[in-house]
């Protein structure tokens, strides 16, 4: 069973698209990490959110921890090429492990 | 930054024989490591946890005898796939968190794994 929901699964935009990734779960985490993935790497972090209704912002991403710290989102502005990748949300649990989201597939067409 | 190093980066290997693959951290130390499994176009499933000097603690639904994990020192992980088959073909990928860095998990580049 996955804890943590990603929408959507797949999501193909034209450059300078702007988007929206949503990471549902049905638990709470003590924080919630926001990974990117390119084929054949490990995961590189992008963020860690820690506080309900936290907000950050890294350039054109912006990240959002709920209120009840059980979903966030990912924000990207004018998407580039670059931003091609999977990207994966994962909460943080009490004994230091990590619960991966199902995932988001982004293509960015230029 | 913290940086882990992950070997092989790929092996093929026959049905029936055994891979080991060694996961590092190159400038910090890690009591705790973690091993996931990665399928095509799927996302990490945590496979276990590797605890420095004592036994590693398994996800439900992963064989133990099958995913062997040896953490003998602060800086090196070990897993063994023992007696491999094709199922066990997929991308294998370490992590260690740098306590220093304040929630700073690293992540090994994974290793391909291909059973023949």
């Known amino acids: 069973t996955q804890l943590l929901k990603q929408s959507p699964q797949f999501l193909s935009i034209q450059e300078g698209e702007n988007l929206t990734v949503y990471c549902n779960s049905s638990?709470?985490?003590?924080?919630l990490q926001w990974y990117r993935q390119e084929p054949g790497e490990g995961p590189v972090l992008l963020v860690t959110v820690v506080t309900g209704g936290e907000v950050k912002k890294l350039k054109r991403l912006t990240f959002q921890f709920g209120d009840a710290r059980k979903d966030s989102s990912l924000h990207i502005t004018a998407a580039q090429p670059g931003d091609t990748g999977l990207y994966l949300c994962?909460?943080?649990?009490?004994?230091?492990?990590?619960?991966f989201g199902s995932g988001t597939q982004l293509t960015v067409l230029p | 930054g913290a940086v882990v190093s992950q070997h092989p980066s790929w092996v093929i290997c026959k049905s029936g024989t055994s891979v080991k693959i060694e996961c590092r951290s190159l400038?910090?130390?890690?009591?705790?490591m973690f091993w996931y499994r990665q399928f095509p176009k799927q996302s990490l499933m945590l496979m276990a946890t590797?605890?420095?000097?004592?036994?590693?603690?398994?996800e439900q639904g992963v064989e133990k005898d099958k995913f062997l994990i040896n953490h003998a020192s602060l800086t090196l992980s070990t897993l063994t796939v023992t007696s491999a088959h094709p199922e066990d073909s997929s991308f294998y990928i370490c992590s260690a968190e740098d306590r220093g860095s304040n929630y700073g998990y690293t992540f090994g580049s994974g290793t391909r794994l291909t059973v023949v």
């Open positions: 638990s709470v985490f003590s924080s």
């Open positions: 994962a909460g943080v649990g009490s004994a230091r492990q990590l619960t």
């Open positions: 590797s605890n420095e000097g004592s036994k590693a603690t398994y």
């Open positions: 400038d910090f130390q890690a009591t705790t």
